[in-house]
């Protein structure tokens, strides 16, 4: 049985990671945890989720991740994440990072916590997308600079950052593949004015509806396109990718690991 605390447990992501729990047999939620201003405190979390009670009451405390849990989820907000990763490293227990928009600050507190703990970030924890970003990362290093790629995504009216973190990344793995590092911030390309240039990597977005989340790569060459797609229907697909790589990381040595650790680590 893999002990799992949740932390961000009363937004989208949380919920739905405490009903993958509860569907799963070898997994135990063993902790909740929220902002203290959140409605759920003091809530059961199973409850909170639709679910019965699942004995755990929503905590404000990142303090009650201990050893009596194997591994952390964080869907949470970026200015809480440092404090998580500090906690987990105190604690000796593993964490997956699935919130975005951190900042370096923050990304120094993980990476620091990374040499005490195993530790993987991912902006989006889908199986199918990350193997997306494996194939973006291989067009890139095969076709030729002069092919402008342009990132399209799309989500729900209330998504707040533009470009999506999950955009970036598939940003990352293109300018990998021509080994280039994309420098941020990044600009919309219907914003620019004038032309766009030749073999650069762009982003266009949009919001609206319910969109859980769609994301287009193209290569746009001279007389022909490659276009690299994926769409997400159903939230809880972030959900078991994330357990799936939550439960692996357990027992792994210390250190910062990827989706692409986890997906290819057979190979």
Known sequence: MVRIGVVGVAGRMGLALVRAIHAAPALQLAAAIDHAASPAQGQDAGKLAGLEPAGVV????????????????????????????????????????????????????????????????????????????????????????????????????????????????????????????????????????????VGGIGFSVARGGDVVGEHDVRFLGTGEQLRLTHVATDRAIFARGALAAATWLVGRPAGRYSMADFLFSKQ
């Open 58 to 197: 929503v905590s404000a405390d990142v303090r009650v991740v201990s050893k009596s849990l194997d591994v952390v989820i964080d869907f949470s907000r970026a200015e809480a994440v440092g404090a998580t990763a500090e906690a987990c490293a105190a604690a000796s227990v593993a964490l997956m990072i699935g919130t975005t928009g951190l900042d370096q600050a923050t990304q120094s507190r993980i990476d620091k916590a990374a040499t005490r703990i195993p530790l993987l970030v991912s902006a989006n924890t889908s199986l199918a997308l990350n193997v997306l970003a494996e194939l973006v990362r291989l067009a890139a290093r095969s076709l030729p600079p002069e092919y402008d790629i342009e990132i399209f995504e799309a989500h729900h009216r209330h998504k707040v950052d533009a470009p999506s973190g999950t955009a970036l990344l598939l940003g990352d793995a293109a300018a990998e593949g021509r080994g280039q590092r994309l420098e941020r911030p990044v600009s919309l390309t219907g914003a620019l004015s004038g032309g766009r240039g």
